[in-house]
């Protein structure tokens, strides 16, 4: 990932990190925020094949589970620049 990632990168990994993403057991994995298809799979494919983002559990082929941040997603979260004053 490039050092400062993209908003929707970003707010992906927000929706994550508070429990509100579930991805499919695959190895292009789909993403689900808040039981809705997210509608950038491409983002969300790239977080997961860059190891920002992992299941928090296994599961099945194609059965959905939770999403965890992996170390690399709570570094990249914690290098969103703070909004100006």
Known sequence: MSAVPSDRALAILRAVAHGRAEMT???EPDLFIDGLACCDQATARFLAHSNL???ARP???GQRVPVR???AGRDALATEPLEAA
Do not use: D, H, K
Request: aromatic fraction near 0%; charged fraction near 15%; include cysteine.
């Open 59 to 61: 599961g099945e082929v």
């Open 53 to 55: 983002i992992r299941p």
């Open 25 to 27: 057991c695959s190895c």
């Open 69 to 71: 941040l992996t170390s």
